[in-house]
Each structure stands twice: as C-alpha cells, then as structure tokens.
C-alpha cells in the first residue's frame, strides 16, 4: 500500500466535494464518504500524486471507458482532480461487500438462489470489462458489492477495484500474444491455475476466478482455505480437474458447476469465454433447484430485508446517533475484513 493520505472531516476537496468520514483503505490510499451541495453522498478516493504504481489512474481510466460503453455493474465517475500532495476521483458510493455479506451470512454462506442470482450479476461485470479490452485480474468477493438501500439497488451488485488491469488488445482489436512468463497478480486464494504457472492470463483466467468464488459463496468455503504454501493450493486447483478433488472443490454446490468449470477449461488463450452457455447453465440450476420457475420472477436476495430495516431505523436516529452506529459498524467490518485477508493470502 502506498502513501496514505489523511483527510479530516469537514474539508473541502475540489469544488463541490466536503468530507465526511473515512470508510476504509484499498491497494491505492484511503476511501472517504463525501457529500455534495445537495447532501448526496458519494465515494472519494485518494492517492498520493508521488505514487511510481499510481493505480487509481488505471482505475480512473477503466472506470470511464465503461461509463461511456454503458457497463451494467460500475460506479459511476463523478469528477476528478488533483489537489496538494494527492489526486482525487468522486464516484458512486455502493453498499457492503459481498465478502462482507457473506461473512455475516449464517454459515459465512449465502442462499443457493442469492448465490447464483449474484454469481450471475458478477460474471456479466466481467462481460463487459472484458468487452472494452481489459482483465479484472483481482476477482474475489471482497470486490463485488452490492447498492444502497437509499437508492433501491440491494439486488444490484458493482464491481470495484480496477488498479490490476491489463489490457488484452491491441488498438486495432486484435488479442496480444502472451509473454514468456508473467508475474503472478491477484489474491493467491482465488487466482487462476495460470497465476500460479506464472503464465499470461486471457479472459478464461478472470471467469475461473469468479468460479471460485462462487463456489466460496454457495458454500462458504474453498477446500484450500487451510493451505498456507501458493505452490501448494496452485497443485491443489490443478488437482480439481480430477474427480476425488472435484468433488471437493464442489460438494455441496449444484452440479451445474462442474459444467461451467468444463467450459471454461475446454477454451484457449484467445478464446472469448462462452459467456451466454454460461448464464444458461445458472437459470437451467436456478429452475432445477426449484428456486425460480422463470427468468421473469423475481425472489428476494438474504440481506434484502435486514439492510431494508436498517435504512428505516437509520432515518428515525438522530445525525449524531447515525454518525456513531455508522462508525462502530464500519469498524466490524473492517475487523472482519482484516480476518478474511489474513486467511486468503497475499495479493501481488
């Protein structure tokens, strides 16, 4: 982590943009909740201006390549600048992570229906991320969120943190020929076998980690979890493509998931992953697990009613009362947080 730059309530960043407190810290600085003139809220992320890896650039750059390509699941750039010693950009602010939600979750699981419904959602992220050129090479539940209940996106889920992009393409659309060796980028607990080979990832790559992780998701652990040596857990993934350790990694998940992790294997380099089989899988598990009987029908995601009850209890609080609870569960989740990433291993 770089420079962390420290901003006190109550300033003014730019010219539209006041602090309001600080909600946590990424691989590039620090995240603060700033409002507007109108007391909407947002997201504020900072950066040291003197970064040599400045990653909220890339950030910023991917960010706005999706706003103008109209990607379903991103935040939307507010503004940008630079100020003193830090560069700056306002975007939307979301809701808790999935990661978060998870952990929460009885059994640090969610529902096979919330599991799958949100799998969905985040494998379209990756869709359309990958539609501008780029690969997320940082996939894991602690970069999907859900939206705010202020704004009645509780069923919508973003992804976050682009700073680990790379684009795969050329100017003229053509796919770049892999490196020799490439080093390895993500969170060891759900990187690709590729990551652990030190090979160049393709977009095969990003969709095996999101496998992963709906796996975690659907029931609430990876069989590596316990597994400190990254050479070690990358033979175990390898493994997996056997049948004692397949049914490790998917036991207890709908059968439905060997099929994807089939087709994401059966591709090469150059591949476009076969992104629409893949959804068609998930509806075809939602149907036969009883959980939706059509597309058209909605159900309730689990953390639907309980994040529903606290907006109304946070709207009934006092502006100080609020302030303090908001506090005091920013900082469980932080704690939880820094527990999780202790048990996935470094991020590179």
């Given at each position: 982590m770089g420079e962390l730059i420290l901003l006190p309530a109550g300033k003014k960043v730019g010219q539209h943009w006041t602090i309001d407190r600080?909600?946590?810290?990424?691989?590039?600085?620090?995240?603060?909740?700033?409002?507007?003139?109108?007391?909407?809220?947002?997201?504020?992320?900072?950066?040291?201006?003197?970064?040599?890896?400045?990653?909220?650039?890339?950030?910023?750059?991917v960010l706005t390549e999706l706003n103008k390509s109209g990607g379903r699941h991103f935040c939307r750039v507010e503004d940008k600048g630079k100020m003193e010693n830090f560069i700056y950009v306002v975007m939307t602010l979301v809701g808790r992570s999935l990661q978060d939600l998870r952990l929460s979750a009885p059994s640090k699981k969610f529902s096979l229906g919330t599991a799958i419904g949100t799998g969905i959602q985040c494998l379209e992220a990756l869709e359309d991320l990958h539609s501008i050129g780029y690969l997320h090479r940082d996939v894991k539940p602690g970069n999907y969120t859900i939206g705010r209940a202020e704004l009645h996106e509780l069923r919508k889920v973003y992804v976050l943190d682009f700073g680990m992009c790379r684009k795969f393409i050329h100017e003229d659309g053509t796919i770049k020929k892999p490196r020799a060796a490439a080093n390895f980028r993500g969170t060891v607990k759900y990187a690709p076998v590729a990551c652990h080979m030190q090979?160049?990832?393709?977009?095969?790559?990003?969709?095996?980690?999101?496998?992963?992780?709906?796996?975690e998701i659907t029931k609430g652990s990876l069989p590596w979890r316990n597994l400190r040596n990254m050479e070690e857990i990358g033979r175990f993934k390898k493994s997996c493509r056997s049948n004692i350790p397949?049914?490790?990694?998917?036991?207890?998940?709908?059968?439905?998931?060997?099929?994807?992790?089939?087709?994401?294997?059966?591709?090469?380099?150059?591949?476009?992953?076969?992104?629409?089989?893949?959804?068609?899988?998930?509806?075809?598990?939602?149907?036969?697990?009883?959980?939706?009987?059509?597309?058209?029908?909605?159900?309730?995601?689990?953390w639907e009613e309980e994040e529903e009850r606290k907006m109304e209890e946070n709207r009934s609080m006092s502006k100080d009362l609020r302030n303090a609870k908001e506090k005091k569960e920013e900082k469980e989740r932080n704690e939880r947080k820094q527990r999780e990433e202790e048990e996935e291993g470094a991020r590179f």
């Open positions: 600080k909600l946590g810290a990424g691989a590039f600085g620090a995240v603060y909740r700033c409002s507007n003139e109108k007391g909407e809220f947002f997201a504020l992320k900072v950066e040291g201006a003197n970064e040599k890896i400045q990653l909220l650039k890339m950030e910023l750059y090979r160049e990832l393709c977009r095969l790559d990003d969709c095996e980690t999101w496998l992963y992780m709906l796996v397949m049914k490790q990694l998917f036991g207890g998940c709908p059968r439905e998931y060997i099929d994807i992790l089939r087709l994401i294997d059966g591709g090469k380099f150059f591949d476009e992953p076969k992104y629409s089989a893949i959804y068609s899988i998930l509806h075809k598990a939602l149907t036969n697990l009883g959980v939706q009987a059509s597309r058209d029908i909605e159900f309730p995601y689990d």
